[in-house]
């Protein structure tokens, strides 16, 4: 199990509003617009989304998206709070996360071409809101957004990433579905529906209170549907969860259920039977493990400056230090005590004689691989300081390499603590925040193995939830509240027993079969050949034990003295604890493989102490044994001794060609050697400069793809405003064509002018009256001729423009026709004034009747 917090969250976050994050980059506005356009309106979950821009360009996003959402969309400004059912949309040139339920706005730390802002905001999400977060990959190039998921998979939130088919640039989402952290994969349109179905779900079975399935009894233990998922489990993977507190596994079984909308934990149980690609994902989902650099800092800070300097006072002469750091997860806790020790080791005066190994172990596969790589993200500079920083790493692409002379002090394996041997003789133990996972039985087992597996004065150090529980005879505290503790010296401790074999109800073995005596066993003292036979067993026949599977004696053949002793305190007949130092690891492997294997496992030349210093070298076979039926699935460890006498004459026999050879090849050697020397100096001075031009060349890499995504947001922005702009000019060539059929319906001559008097637009009744032709337009109106008697036209124009004063005047032409003239201002929508509108209007009519009014008048 990971070192890992409780999945559960607090009351705080459950109060507090449930955030979706979504990243996206190059290709990310369609799938964008797709998303939010299919997210009912009363979802009441708050979206922020975040995009790679131009931090050069002003960016449109937040009207784009605006358009295809009711919900209402807002660019995010720093400390703004967070509502529900609204978008918050990054800024340009901004890292954008989520503090104390605020939007928190901070200027890039690293140089273009090197920001991973989605990651900063998911991994914000996962501080925040544990598991109430929710992360969304879409279309993108690069990998940024893989990380930040990861952290929304390790507190136990829901992540989802666009379906790579459907995306214009797949690298983003691919990245993330091949990292194994994508719940739900599906086109964009779809992921709303589908992380809402998952949220229901999961509410449902929080709600039914269905029941976790605690053992009431053993019979009814094992047909519960929650004990056949651990028996699916241990089948898959060989890892025995059945001793694991049950809540804390069932609420990742529950997430699993709501990924695939699964209603109970039995119809889970056959889905897990019928796919055993779902085994591999609740085994790493039950694994998830949150960890980070000098986690809880008050602890690091007392083993800095305290509990570290006084072990290290404690070592008189030469002394090799080592340390188990159990559940490792991804390494941060293991490289940050092996910082914390070189640290205190370079505070010694020199020469001290100290060195120090780490052994870090977890069950993850994939938690270990990614701490051998020893390559962590930039925001680690959050919790591990500037000096640390340039001390301890090497800068790279996207984050930091732990470097080579830390990484060489801590050795990672695979190991399961529950199962398999413990590392002994140690320093130091580190198990933080692994038993709280364990039920009290499997608790009492873990305590009283760690007391075993510590030196006199060992330091045991466990988690803020944890404790030591009934053994204070085992441990005594150094300090309580940060959970240190001390091993305790001459203990008798009766309940110490290895648990190399699980105890639960899953892998528990029937009681021990005595091997029975043969029904004529009375005979055989009668028969001088069985009795012979009985003597040459005794005294020639190698010494050899049987075993049974987890590992207590059965049976004991000829003298067994040098390869086992009786443990002290309460008896004990455990193998484990009987075997000599020297015997017990390399016959512990040879059990495990020897029970996967029909062929016997022979080991050669182990060494065993003897008293007065001297050292017997011994042949062992391990074989699993099938007949007689009574002794099938037990195993027979046969020891042979390999002989002193025959070891020496061998070395005698051999010391004189060896010393012969031995001179041959030192010469070649050193030839080799110069040689190698020589080409070994070319090579590395052509490595540096390939190193150096590829630093170069990948920097420069790095920075075209930046400004390539960031050129395709622009372009995808540019595209949808050109679209639009292309719609308001058809409509405004077609609003212009209806203004022109108007103006030409209408029959009435009319000349339109900008500020300046040129001409701007005319009816086809005004050119009959002033000479304008389609080649006028723009032509200033002094320049055009007239059959109006009217030379003060451009004049009283100007004057209208100037005075804003309308002018009427009725003119008469040289075609003997009479014109209204009307010069009025040319005002705009938003009042402004922009020329004028000459009106020419014919009123001949109206002027030879008011004549013949007049003549007859007069007559």
Same mark, same amino acid.
């Given at each position: 199990m990971s070192d890992s917090t409780p999945s559960s969250a607090t009351p705080e976050t459950q109060l507090a509003v449930r955030i979706l994050g979504i990243g996206a980059s190059a290709g990310g506005l369609a799938p964008l617009e797709e998303f939010l356009a299919a997210i009912p309106p009363d979802s009441h979950m708050a979206y922020v989304v975040v995009q790679h821009l131009d931090p050069t360009h002003r960016a449109l996003l937040p009207e784009l998206l605006q358009r295809v959402t009711p919900m209402s969309v807002r660019q995010a400004t720093h400390g703004m709070s967070i509502e529900p059912d609204c978008v918050y949309v990054i800024p340009p040139n901004a890292e954008l996360s989520v503090v104390d339920g605020l939007l928190s706005l901070a200027k890039p730390l690293e140089p273009r071409g090197m920001r991973l802002p989605i990651n900063i905001l998911f991994s914000s999400l996962a501080r925040a809101q544990g598991e109430q977060a929710i992360g969304v990959v879409l279309s993108g190039m690069g990998s940024d957004g893989t990380l930040g998921l990861q952290a929304i998979k390790a507190v136990g939130g829901l992540t989802a990433a666009q379906q790579p088919d459907t995306a214009q640039f797949d690298a983003m989402p691919r990245s993330a579905i091949d990292a194994k952290c994508a719940d739900i994969i599906a086109p964009p349109e779809d992921l709303p529906a589908s992380i809402l179905a998952c949220l229901t779900q999961a509410s449902v079975h929080v709600a039914s209170g269905e029941p976790s399935a605690e053992p009431e009894a053993e019979s009814r233990l094992e047909s519960t549907p929650l004990q056949r998922i651990f028996r699916l489990l241990?089948?898959?993977?060989?890892?025995?969860?059945?001793?694991?507190?049950?809540?804390?596994?069932?609420?990742?079984?529950?997430?699993?259920?709501?990924?695939?909308?699964?209603?109970t934990l039995a119809h889970y149980a056959d889905f897990l039977q019928r796919n055993p690609q779902e085994i591999d994902l609740l085994f790493k989902e039950?694994?998830?493990?949150?960890t980070s650099f000098f986690r809880d800092s008050a602890v690091w800070e007392y083993l800095a400056d305290t509990t570290v300097p006084a072990m290290l006072a404690q070592q008189k002469g030469e002394h090799h230090l080592r340390a188990w750091v159990i559940g490792c997860s991804t390494g941060e806790e293991a490289y940050s005590l092996a910082m914390v020790f070189t640290e205190a080791l370079e505070a010694l005066p020199r020469p001290h004689g100290l060195t120090l190994q780490i052994f870090a172990s977890d069950l993850s596969p994939d938690a270990i691989a990614t701490a051998r790589r020893g390559h962590y993200p930039a925001d680690i500079s959050k919790h591990v300081s500037p000096g640390r920083l340039s001390r301890f790493f090497t800068a790279r692409a996207n984050g930091y390499q732990i470097n080579r002379d830390i990484r060489d002090l801590v050795l990672f394996a695979q190991q399961d603590v529950v199962l398999d041997p413990p590392f002994?003789? =140690?320093?130091?133990? /580190?198990? #933080?925040?692994?038993? $709280?996972?364990?039920?009290? &039985?499997?608790?009492?087992?873990?305590?009283? =193995?760690?007391?075993? /597996?510590? #030196?006199?004065?060992? $330091?045991?150090?466990?988690? &803020?939830?944890?404790?030591?529980g009934r053994y204070t005879q085992l441990f005594a505290p150094l300090e309580p509240k940060l959970r240190l503790y001390l091993r305790q010296e001459n203990v008798q401790n009766r309940d110490i027993r290895l648990p190399f074999k699980s105890p639960s109800p899953l892998a528990r073995t029937a009681k021990e079969t005595p091997v029975p005596h043969s029904p004529t066993s009375s005979h055989l003292h009668d028969s001088l050949q069985a009795a012979a036979d009985q003597v040459l067993l005794q005294v020639y026949a190698p010494a050899a034990v049987v075993v049974n599977g987890e590992g207590d004696i059965v049976y004991i053949s000829g003298s067994t003295g040098k390869y086992l002793e009786p443990a002290a305190g309460k008896a004990n007949w455990n193998f484990y604890a009987m075997v000599r130092e020297g015997l017990r690891a390399p016959i512990a492997s040879a059990l495990r493989k020897a029970a996967k294997q029909s062929e016997p496992e022979h080991l050669h030349n182990l060494r065993v102490p003897l008293p007065g210093g001297a050292t017997q070298c011994v042949d062992v076979t391990v074989q699993e044994l099938r007949e007689p039926t009574a002794l099938r699935g037990m195993m027979i460890i046969v020891f042979r001794d390999t002989g002193l006498a025959d070891k020496q004459r061998a070395k005698t026999a051999t010391r004189q060609t060896h010393s012969m050879e031995l001179k041959q090849y030192q010469d070649e050697i050193q030839t080799l050697r110069e040689e190698n020397h020589a080409s070994q100096e070319e090579l590395q001075s052509a490595n540096e400069e390939l190193q150096s031009t590829n630093e170069?060349?990948?920097?420069?890499?790095?920075?075209?793809?930046?400004?390539?995504?960031?050129?395709?947001?622009?372009?995808?922005?540019?595209?949808t405003i050109n679209a639009e702009m292309?719609?308001?000019?058809?409509?405004?060539?077609?609003?212009?064509?209806?203004?022109?059929?108007?103006?030409?319906s209408i029959d009435i001559a009319i000349v339109f002018l900008d500020q300046n008097l040129n001409v701007r637009r005319y009816t086809d009744r005004a050119s009959k009256i002033i000479n304008i032709r389609e080649s006028d337009v723009g032509r200033p109106l002094s320049d055009l001729t007239t059959s109006l008697q009217y030379p003060e036209l451009n004049e009283d124009a100007l004057s209208t423009l100037n005075t804003l004063a309308f002018c009427e005047k009725q003119i008469f032409s040289t075609d003997g026709r009479w014109f209204t003239v009307r010069i009025m201002p040319y005002r705009r929508l938003d009042n402004v004034i922009d020329g004028v509108v000459i009106t020419l209007l014919d009123i001949t009519a109206t002027k030879e009747l008011e004549q013949d009014l007049r003549k007859d008048l007069k007559s």
């Open positions: 241990q089948q898959r993977t060989g890892h025995d969860f059945s001793l694991y507190k049950h809540s804390s596994l069932q609420r990742r079984i529950e997430r699993r259920m709501a990924i695939h909308q699964i209603a039950v694994l998830i493990g949150v002994t003789r =140690l320093d130091m133990i /580190s198990c #933080r925040n692994l038993l $709280i996972y364990f039920d009290q &039985s499997l608790q009492r087992k873990l305590i009283p =193995l760690f007391h075993y /597996s510590l #030196r006199a004065g060992g $330091i045991l150090l466990l988690g &803020s939830s944890e404790t030591v170069e060349l990948q920097s420069t890499n790095e920075e075209l793809t930046t400004s390539k995504e960031e050129m395709q947001s622009m372009n995808e922005e540019l595209q292309q719609t308001k000019l058809d409509d405004l060539a077609l609003a212009q064509s209806d203004m022109q059929n108007l103006l030409n």
